[in-house]
């Protein structure tokens, strides 16, 4: 199966699945540079005159020098499944430019445990590095996620968005913290141009999932000069550039497959 999305920005982000019958998924995945040729990628003519547009090369020349965040798939498993083995970075939470006090090893944790709770909800409880990684129920019963070379995750009870307060579109302007006259000389209307919608750590709850995010790379945390700085160019992940990188899928049902099958290769 093959999956095409077209992203804001113009370029490409194109997934390919190849199913086994014995339920193992290999997936390989490319991101395209905002520099992208249309000679140069293979996509359907469909996606061909949506994508090679006047109006989506002007999109794409004014982003070409934006860095991306993170380039990974998510996808979401039942909160049974919350026993996370893996072999990578840790045991600690770790980014590519805050790892020195982290170690290749393997750890066995879940999902709860994976949560750090910041004051601010925000990115957390991520891990780097890693040949292989499982999500499986306490009978060892789940996936196992095997990398081509090595991918980072974040396994937790949220979704992404409820950590990144620009997503909180449901939240109000916080003003709890302003004095009385303050909070009646401001309004949402008033704050929604210059004030983030936030949440705080009490807003952050469980839910009935796991969401698993399987990542080629997160940018770098940076903060060098206390906070305020970009990430180094070694820590970062140019968008004018393009980005292959892939993972299998492997059903597995005891921990004796898990360690079978953590060498796989497809």
Not at 136 to 143: A, F, I, R
Not at 155 to 180: G, M
Not at 217 to 237: D, F, R, T
């Amino acid at each position: 199966l093959k999956t095409t999305y077209v992203l804001p920005a113009g370029n490409l982000y194109i997934v390919n699945y190849k199913i086994y019958t014995d339920g193992i998924v290999k997936v390989d995945v490319e991101f395209t540079s905002t520099n992208m040729e249309a000679g140069k990628v293979e996509a359907s003519e469909a996606t061909q005159m949506a994508t090679f547009t006047p109006e989506m090369k002007k999109a794409r020349e004014k982003t070409a020098k934006l860095e991306v965040p993170r380039i990974d798939l998510r996808f979401r498993v039942p909160q049974t499944y919350n026993q996370i083995e893996y072999y990578g970075n840790g045991p600690i939470e770790n980014y590519l430019d805050r790892q020195s006090g982290a170690r290749i090893g393997l750890y066995s944790t879940t999902a709860e445990d994976l949560y750090f709770p910041y004051v601010r909800p925000q990115e957390n409880g991520h891990r780097t590095f890693n040949r292989w990684f499982s999500v499986t129920n306490k009978n060892n019963q789940g996936l196992l996620i095997v990398a081509d070379d090595t991918v980072g995750f974040n396994a937790l009870r949220n979704s992404v968005e409820e950590f990144d307060s620009e997503e909180n579109k449901n939240r109000p302007y916080q003003f709890n913290n302003f004095s009385t006259e303050d909070r009646l000389a401001n309004s949402n209307e008033k704050a929604k141009n210059n004030r983030p919608r936030q949440t705080h750590i009490n807003d952050i709850t469980p839910k009935d999932f796991v969401e698993v995010n399987v990542d080629m790379k997160q940018m770098g945390v940076a903060g060098y000069n206390s906070w305020g700085a970009q990430p180094l160019p070694e820590y970062s992940i140019p968008s004018d550039k393009n980005y292959k990188w892939g993972f299998t899928l492997v059903p597995v049902k005891n921990t004796k497959e898990i360690s079978e099958k953590s060498n796989l290769k497809y």
